[in-house]
């Protein structure tokens, strides 16, 4: 059987019309059929009660007379009543003193206990005693069947179902003609709705037959079809334009691919998820990978390196920030090689990164060369380092003892003996601070650094503490802003500041030295500035002066070894940072150097 | 003498003892003269309960319906049992033996056996308001209402309704329905 919910609506109706008014009628027919049941017994024993009581009065004679004759004559006349099915005359001993049977089967029941109306099974015993002057002389029963009433409600029955029968055909008839009322709205809607979906064409408009809320519904669906309609139209039209920029990328991958085939280089593309999707001939080649399932950069990066590496491309494709990164590749021979791989984002009109094209360039060789370059470095700093420490103790020998025989046996020399020690006395001293200051250089890049945050005003003071009797001695002012925190190693910071001031002291004029330091930010690192009023610097030799034993004066006037500059470029550049010098012959010089604003990783022993 | 007779003489020292031999009657079995008389004694409180009496043949409004055996009286205390306690409408029921004509207004019934001489006479001579009742075929033509007769066994009665009319009474129809025969 069909689901009723599944019937169309219209046959639907019908059937709720017929269901409802054939129970209602079925409802009514059976309320009148059971009231006229209940009424038709009260009449039933109202009738039989009068009945009863006529016999028993007339049958009070014969009972007093004892005559069963006129008493079964008197019972007779029941026969008239069809439906009385038989009568008995009990005299007051219980014996029976007359009876009617309307069939020769009726026997006399037993002579019940007081009077009135019982119902037994198909039939009603009445029973009524006889009186006579107030004094009871016998008992009449009287059984009475109910075929009569089971007749009416057969028939009452009948005519309750043939009204129903008559109504459900006219309730048919009518539910027919009307359910178009409601059916056809909406048959129409759905009928829209269904062509709407197969076609997929929103321009389909259900007609508004009614004014009703089936009306109501149809405007609604009409007005959610246009809605739908416009923005269907612009989803439409913004897929045509995400298409056509998908082609145009796609185009430009290839036009890019064609070209990087042709190009020397390793290169790659991928997606704006960081998917490879592209490797070009070369890097193929280079790697020696073939087929689908390992041409896949992951299979050619140093195990060593693959965990970071992977972290690191992550992090690019999600700031969407170029990627550059060294690291190693095997090569197809097995041999692992260093790389550097690049890769930028390119992206559409909108900003949207549409693929990343990036670039892996062989610098295993150079990569070689600086290793061993700074391996022979590093050899050369220990040498000098050991060497100078080493020659410390010998040059202080020859220091002092050229002092002792200064002092002892100054009287034994003669003025060219006098002389000849003294240059043995200053060449010993100058040979001392030499190697002095070549420890420091050395140390400058080897010794381990602990950054912390320091005021810069605070080491210029302990720098000026340092240098007072050189000050004082040239008469020298020395002025400063507020100079900021930086992060140096404080050690670093007055070496670099004593080397620069000590030089403005010592390359003066005749005018008293004027030496002023300043600081400005400079991108994410402070600029400091040491300004004098010195002989200046020939531009020409601007970079020469920060090398080791570069000195521009041998004149006596301006003592030095000529490692100061060398120091101070080597500290500066340890902590990432620049020193250069801006000056005109006779107009002063002008030293800045960068430091850093914030902590960072400071690598040991650089170059 | 039966057993089934001295059975229901036993019963009839009992107040109900009427309805029993009734009963023993309708068998038909009329043993001998004590059982017939103790029917007919029924038979004659029950023709006063189905007569209507014209109010002023009582003495006075309460006075009883009095039952009167004129003569020699065949009932024995058969009467007397049958009658004790029993009503008419608010009257009491009460026997007399009387050897004469009563007086007017003193008898309501009237009792005269078929022993009686000059019947007629006396008949005739108990004017208004009193019903007449005695037995055999001939009383009804000395001029009596209510003739009890045997017939098959079984106790009857015949009524003249000329003569109850004439004397203001009025027979229930129930009674007459039951008689059989009445006389017009």
């Known amino acids: ?13 019908v059937i709720i ?46 009972l007093a007379f004892n005559d069963p004759k006129t008493a079964a004559e008197t019972l007779a006349s029941l026969r008239a009543r069809t439906h009385v099915i038989g009568a008995c005359i009990y005299r007051k001993d219980g014996s029976v003193l007359a009876r009617y049977a309307r069939l020769s089967s009726f026997h006399c029941p037993p002579p019940g206990q007081g009077g009135g109306i019982r119902a037994e099974g198909d039939h009603l015993t009445a029973s009524q005693t006889a009186v006579l002057e107030g004094k009871p002389v016998g008992t009449l029963v009287l059984l009475y069947d109910l075929d009569e009433l089971s007749q009416r409600t057969r028939l009452y029955g009948s005519m309750v179902l043939g009204v129903v029968l008559v109504s459900s055909v006219v309730a048919f008839l009518l539910s027919t003609r009307l359910r178009a009322v409601i059916a056809s709205p909406v048959s ?24 009703d809320e089936l009306g109501l519904l149809v405007e609604r669906f009409n007005e959610m079809l246009a809605g739908i309609q416009s923005k269907d139209s612009d989803l439409k039209k913004a897929l045509a334009e995400r298409e056509a920029a998908f082609l145009e990328v796609e185009k430009e991958r290839e036009r890019f691919h064609f070209m990087a085939e042709s190009m020397p280089q390793k290169i790659f593309t991928a997606r704006a998820n960081g998917e490879i999707d592209y490797y070009n001939h070369q890097w193929v080649e280079y790697t020696g990978l073939s087929g689908k399932e390992i041409r896949d950069w992951r299979n050619v990066v140093h195990p060593d390196d693959i965990g970071a590496n992977i972290e690191a491309w992550q992090e690019a494709v999600a700031a969407g920030q170029p990627f550059l990164y060294e690291h190693r590749f095997r090569r197809a021979d097995g041999q692992y090689r260093w790389h550097l791989t690049r890769a930028r984002p390119m992206r559409d009109a909108s900003g949207r990164i549409s693929m990343w094209i ?16 700074r391996r022979a470095n590093e050899d050369l700093q220990q040498f000098a380092y050991s060497a100078s420490h080493d020659l410390q103790e010998p040059i202080r020998n020859v220091a002092i003892y050229s002092e002792l025989v200064a002092q002892r046996y100054r009287n034994l020399l003669d003025d060219d003996g006098k002389m000849f020690l003294g240059f043995l006395h200053e060449g010993g001293r100058r040979l001392a601070r030499l190697v002095s200051d070549l420890l420091a250089y050395t140390r400058a890049g080897v010794a381990e650094i602990e950054i912390t945050a320091v005021n810069a005003g605070e080491v210029l003071k302990h720098t000026l503490a ?138 040991s022993a650089t170059v | 003498m039966g057993p089934v007779a001295g059975w229901l003489r036993n ?96 008898c309501q019934v009237v009792f005269a056996g078929s022993g009686e001489k000059d019947l007629p006479e006396v ?31 079984r106790v009857r009665f015949d009524v003249n309704q000329t003569a109850t009319a004439n004397a203001g009474l009025n027979l229930s129809s129930r009674l007459l329905t039951v008689a059989r025969s009445v006389k017009n």
């Open chain 1, 1 to 13: 059987m069909r689901n009723f919910r599944d019937i169309p609506i219209s046959r639907k109706l």
């Open chain 1, 17 to 62: 019309v017929m269901v409802t008014t054939t129970a209602a009628l079925l409802m009514a027919g059976l309320g009148i059929v059971a009231a006229d049941s209940i009424l038709f017994r009260a009449e039933l024993r109202r009738d039989l009660t009068a009945l009863t009581r006529i016999v028993a009065d007339n049958i009070t004679g014969a």
């Open chain 1, 188 to 211: 129409q809607l759905a009928r829209a709705a269904t062509a709407v979906s197969e076609t997929g064409d929103y321009g389909i408009r259900a007609e508004k037959v009614s004014g």
């Open chain 1, 358 to 373: 990036g670039s892996n360039t062989e610098i295993h060789e150079q990569k070689e060369r600086e290793a061993e370059l």
């Open chain 1, 466 to 603: 340092a240098l007072a009797e050189a000050m004082r001695e040239s008469d020298a002012t020395v002025t400063s802003d507020e100079l900021p925190e930086v992060y140096m190693s404080e050690a670093h910071l007055q070496q670099v500041l004593q080397n620069l001031i000590s030089n403005a002291l010592k390359y003066r004029t005749d005018e008293p030295p004027k030496i002023h330091v300043s600081a400005a930010k400079r991108g994410a690192a402070w600029c400091l500035a040491v300004r004098d009023n010195g002989i200046g610097i020939d531009p020409r030799y601007k970079e020469r002066i920060f090398g080791v034993f570069k000195r521009l004066h041998h004149d006596q006037r301006y003592g030095g070894t000529g490692i100061g500059l060398a120091i101070c470029q080597r500290v500066v550049e340890r902590y990432g940072g620049r020193i250069w010098v801006e000056s005109e012959p006779g107009n002063g010089a002008t030293f800045y150097f960068t430091v850093p604003q914030h902590a960072r990783t400071v690598r």
């Open chain 2, 11 to 106: 019963k009839l020292r009992m107040r109900l003892g009427l309805i029993c031999l009734i009963a023993s009657a309708a068998v038909g079995q009329i043993a001998d003269q004590t059982v017939e008389y103790q029917v007919k004694a029924a038979f004659l409180l029950n023709f006063a309960k189905f007569v209507e009496w014209p109010p002023n043949v009582f003495a006075a409004a309460d006075s009883p319906v009095a039952i009167c055996v004129l003569g020699k009286d065949p009932f024995g205390q058969a009467l007397d049992e049958v009658v004790h306690g029993e009503t008419v409408g608010s009257r009491r029921l009460v026997v007399q033996r009387i050897s004469k004509v009563p007086a007017p207004r003193m």
């Open chain 2, 123 to 153: 008949l005739s001579s108990l004017g208004r308001g009193v019903l007449a009742v005695g037995e055999g075929d001939k009383f009804l033509r000395d001029g009596g209402m209510i003739a009890m007769v045997v017939e098959n066994r």
